[in-house]
């Protein structure tokens, strides 16, 4: 039971060009999303959130768009730089509720950013 | 900048055997967290833990996990009898509050033999 899907296990971008990382959800109770950075043999790291009251966060060159309506929400890496290169996991929380802070993961989209 | 800290980073052991992983979160944080991602696969919840009490727990955290926080700085993973399938990285997580992001640690591997 896929709750967070990523469908693209890997995506490849020139150097300098847009990433556009994308993810759907099921569970209509989720109300936080999260996007982790994880390097292998390393533990994910934070990049960026979302709550459900907005479609939109910005951090530098980082930037997630929310789509309600469509359960997506979408990663945007400009410019997109090598050490960019990772494993990319989309996840969400608040599936069971108020209270609820376990995240729910997807299975990763591996960046390549090509210089 | 704080840091959410994990040892050993690797312990082997053989199935049936105990073993305590161990984890000291970032030291404002309320919410902790074990994660585990078995190789190849995607990062799943165990269990969450606040105000000394377990919060929530997935159908995985079964009788063979336990966690404590046995002071106040460390909180611990135990498994009492390890099955190869609990080969897996293990992460410990915590966050501050209520929906505020979840900072991991380097995660532990562990392989049962």
């Known amino acids: 039971d896929q709750q967070v899907k990523q469908n693209s296990p890997s995506l490849s971008v020139q150097e300098g060009r847009i990433s556009i990382l994308n993810c759907d959800y099921t569970n209509s109770m989720f109300d936080y999303f999260l996007w982790y950075k994880k390097y292998p043999a390393e533990g994910p790291t934070f990049l960026i959130s979302i709550s459900s009251i907005k479609d939109k966060n910005e951090d530098g060159r980082f930037t997630v768009f929310l789509n309600k309506s469509a359960k997506h929400l979408s990663l945007h890496i400009v410019p997109s730089q090598p050490g960019d290169s990772a494993v990319y996991f989309c996840?969400?929380?608040?599936?069971?509720?108020?209270?609820?802070?376990?995240?729910?993961f997807g299975k990763g989209t591996k960046l390549s950013v090509i210089p | 900048e704080p840091e959410v800290t994990q040892t050993p980073s690797h312990q082997v052991t053989q199935m049936g055997q105990e073993v305590i992983l161990r984890c000291v979160p970032i030291s404002n944080h309320l919410y902790f967290y074990w994660y585990r991602q078995i190789l190849g696969q995607k990062v799943e919840f165990l269990v969450s833990?606040?105000?000394?009490?377990?919060?929530?727990k997935s159908e995985i955290f079964d009788d063979q996990f336990s966690v404590e926080r046995p002071d106040g700085s460390n909180f611990t993973l135990k498994i009492r009898s390890t099955k190869l399938e609990d080969s897996a990285m293990y992460f410990c997580?915590?966050?501050?509050?209520?929906?505020?992001?979840?900072?991991f640690g380097q995660g532990t591997r562990l392989t049962v033999v």
């Open positions: 996840a969400a929380s608040g599936a069971s509720g108020a209270g609820s802070y376990q995240l729910t």
């Open positions: 997580a915590s966050s501050e509050g209520e929906n505020t992001e979840a900072f």
């Open positions: 833990f606040y105000n000394n009490e377990i919060s929530e």
